[in-house]
Every structure is written in C-alpha cells, then in structure tokens.
C-alpha cells in the first residue's frame, strides 16, 4: 500500500462574496436549533498604509440553509458605511484576528457562542492590545467579557482560532504570542477566565526555504484528530518593511493527537490553481475552519483565493496601474471566498498497489459500550476483507477472510460483516484487525476502542497515560490477558 494525500474540492460560485468590502478571516459553522449555517467574516474599515495608518477590524455575519451559498444577516450595529450586516466591533470599533466557537457543551444559553478577538482600539498601545473572549447566544448579540475573559496582553494579529480541546478537556487558542511573531503559539484555559503563558507549538524547520514564516493555523477536531491549515507565509527577502508584509500564503496540512504536539505533513491542504485556470491564476490560497455538515457526510471548509500579494496594497511606492481592472490591488474581485467540501477523513489514505494490498494494525481493545470499529474506505471498483486476529496474531475463528462479506464501495463508516460472527462480539475484548484490499483506499479506522500495543492499554494516542485501573480494576493484581483475550 502507498500512502496518497488528498485535498477538497473548491466549489464554484459558493461563499460569501460582498461587494462592498472584502470579507477575510472567516469562521462557519451549523447550527442545529436555527436549522442554518452562519459564517462570521473580518472586514477593513480603515485602508492601512504602512508606516501611517493601522487597519481597524470588525465582525459581519452572513448566512445559509445549505452551508454553500451564504447571504449578508441584518446586523445590530451602525455607522459602518452602509454595511449593514456587522454584528461585534469590540469597545472602539477595532478587532483583530476574530473568529467565533460555536460550543455546544456550553450548558449557559447566553454564551453558546464564543468570539475570540484581539482588541486593537484606535488611540491606544497596539502593542498591548488584550486579547478577549466575548458571548453570544445567537452569534449575532454579542456581549463584552472583555474585562475578565482576557487570554493575552499583547496583540495577536493573526487568525485567533478558539475551540475547545477533549482530549485536554479545555478551550484553546492558536495564535501568536505578540504582534507580528509569525509562529503558531497556543494559550489554554479551563474557565476562559485563567490563561496559561503562551507555549511555541510549530516553528519553521530545516525543511523550509529562506523568509518562511507560519502566519497562521485554524485547527479542526473530528474522531481523534486535530486537522491544521498551516499557512505558510513566503516572504520578500528585500521587503523595506522590517517585519515583512510583502510575500503569498499558501497552506499545508499538519496534524496532533492532543493539540499541542503537531506533526507536520509538508503536503498542501489545498490544490493552488495554475495561470491557464482564469487568465491570472491564484497567487495564495488560505484556508480557515473546517466543520461537518448537516447530514454529517462532508467537511466544510471556508477559503479565500487571492489574486494579489500579501499586503501588496499597503506599499504606496507599489506601481499596479499595469494589471487589468478586475485585479487591481485593494478591488474586491482580487480576492473570493470560496467553500471547498471532501468526505470526512479523507485528507491522508493507504491506496492498493498491485493485486492485493494488506494493512495490518496493532492490537487494540475495544470499550464494553461505544461505537463499533468501522472503516473509511473506497473500493468502488475492487473489493475489500477484514479479518480479527488474536494478540498473537492467529485468526480468530470465524473471523476470517474466508469467513468475511467483501464489500464493494464507498463508505465513510464501514461496519465489517462475516458470514456467522457480529462485530459487536469484540466488546471488552482486545485483537488485532488485517485488511485485504484490491483497487481502493483505506482513509481510517474508527470506533471506541484504547490501543493496547504493549503491556497496558491508554486512553487514546492524545491521552497517553494508562488505562489499566478503569480496565482490570485494580493495580494490587497483575494484569488477568486471557480475559479480555478475543476467542
């Protein structure tokens, strides 16, 4: 088998595109008790010209029944030019970085919906900026818990991603720790109220050119797995500016198990269109947060394509009078918002080479309740067999690739079938999986289950720590193996 890296589809015509101003820094998601998709959207009000004028943020909102094709939402807030649709600007009318959660462990009605921001407000120290938490019940009144909910005294400006992490079972911000220090940084909090110290999670390595530096990362978490858009900011080596601003952005996939220590896949998260696609091509492509949709059978993603360079309308001296009307620097056409959708997990495969391809894992026990191993699998034109094998890797009678149902097709949740034995058998039990496959490839392996590759069994590759007292029940007597062994 070959592992093969895949990338979502951009769909034509979708998104969010105001022709009033160019909505950037995107967050969606579906809301069950509204039946609708929001998407929230930074937008300039001040033109930035570096070494002159700061940019002043703040929030629109728009939405839709389909989570494809999105329409401005009446807003509560005045005096932003005639856009009628902004719904947060902080205390002064400038944020920065905002992005919103749609939490739904939230128990208070009145904060289901979380924004996190940095608040750059006009006349004041940028420098130090707080960087805060506001609610919502509706994600369209928002609340200011400036005063108490503070996760940092220095201006992110960046792509503030905020969710909530199981695995370490707190809230989660991915953002810089101070202005213009292009790493990925997180911060931590159990009752966004006491922050943890800002902690570097992903820096440029070896790996990168010369001027690389990471921008940003929105984070998704989905059956185990952080997802991260990683995006990679290709600088000018000769830019004036000493912190740089002239560069693209292009986005790579990288991936956690807890949300704090990532790996990188060096492969792009999304396909860049070529110069013969529209005449100009796509100079970058960034993309923001990823959500299931609403019958749970496709990732979302909201992204913007830009025609320009980063930045490039800020440099005064920058002579754009050669390009064509539909991409000057700072025209709304220059850059579009766009939503990209793939089947969940399908980001990374194994894909069959040859007649028959075999994947073998280790062992892993499943929890007595829960969901069920199933596989992310699609072999429209092959065909796939499971078979249980025990810790010493013999097959478990009637378990057997003689004894399985090959399947043929395309599923995300997969539930394996023998001819005479269930799945449901496995409960509490520890074992080992073996597919055979032709012509298809396997994205994962999903269900309740710890792995048990050694000795002890852990909660999950996030959770690390052992899991041998909610097992056997007690740490006073070796580890009883033969009763949770698979027959």
């Known amino acids: 088998m070959k592992r093969r890296f895949f990338t979502p589809h951009v769909i034509e015509g979708s998104g969010y595109n105001d022709s009033r101003f160019k909505p950037g820094y995107s967050t969606i998601a579906y809301i069950p008790e509204q039946d609708r998709y929001l998407m929230w959207s930074n937008f300039n009000t001040v033109f930035t010209v570096i070494g002159k004028t700061s940019e002043h943020c703040v929030l629109a909102m728009a939405e839709s029944k389909d989570g494809i094709h999105f329409t401005p939402v009446t807003g509560g807030l005045k005096g932003f ?97 101070t202005g213009t220090d292009r790493r990925i940084c997180t911060v931590t909090s159990k009752d966004l109220i006491h922050w943890s110290e800002p902690r570097l999670i992903l820096h440029p390595d070896t790996l990168d050119g010369p001027g690389v530096e990471f921008y940003a990362m929105p984070v998704c978490y989905h059956n185990g797995i952080f997802y991260g858009y990683l995006w990679i900011f290709d600088t000018d080596d000769e830019d004036p500016v000493a912190y740089k601003m002239a560069g693209r952005m292009r ?20 396909a860049m269109k070529d110069y013969d696609s529209d005449g100009y091509g796509v100079f970058q492509s960034v993309a923001y947060n990823m959500i299931l949709n ?134 509490g039990k520890f074992f080992n999986m073996e597919i055979e496959l032709q012509e298809g490839c396997i994205f994962g392996i999903s269900g309740d289950f710890m792995p048990f590759h050694s000795a002890l069994p852990q909660y999950s590759y996030g959770d690390v720590r052992s899991a041998a007292l909610d097992v056997w029940g007690t740490m006073e007597k070796a580890p009883d193996y033969n009763a949770l062994e698979m027959h």
């Open 81 to 177: 030019g005639g856009i009628d649709n902004v719904v947060y600007a902080g205390k002064g009318n400038s944020i920065h970085g905002a992005t919103v959660l749609y939490d739904q462990q939230e128990q208070n009605p009145s904060r289901r919906f979380k924004c996190a921001a940095a608040l750059d407000e006009p006349d004041e120290i940028m420098a130090y900026a707080p960087c805060t938490i506001a609610f919502s019940p509706d994600g369209k009144h928002w609340s200011l818990g400036e005063n108490k909910c503070v996760w940092s005294h220095f201006w992110s400006d960046s792509y503030n991603c905020l969710i909530y992490n199981p695995v370490l079972q707190c809230y989660q911000v991915f953002c810089r720790a």
């Open 251 to 270: 986005t790579e996939l990288a991936y956690s198990y807890d949300g704090l220590a990532w790996n990188r896949t060096h492969q792009p998260a999304l």
């Open 294 to 427: 609403k019958e749970q059978d496709r990732w979302l993603t909201v992204l913007t394509q830009y025609t320009g360079g980063h930045a490039s309308g800020m440099y005064k001296n920058k002579d754009d009078n050669h390009l064509p009307p539909a991409f000057k620097v700072g025209d709304v056409t220059s850059s579009v918002q766009r939503i990209a959708e793939m089947k969940p997990g399908r980001f990374c495969g194994l894909e069959a080479i040859g007649l028959s391809a075999r994947l073998h894992t280790k062992n892993m026990l499943m929890k007595r309740e829960g969901v069920f191993p199933t596989i992310n699998v699609a072999c429209p034109y092959g065909e796939m067999r499971v078979r249980l094998l025990n810790t010493q890797n013999k097959p478990i009678e009637g378990f057997d690739f003689a004894d399985c149902i090959p399947f043929r097709g395309d599923e995300i949740a997969y539930k394996p079938l023998w001819k005479n034995r269930r799945i449901e058998e496995t409960a």
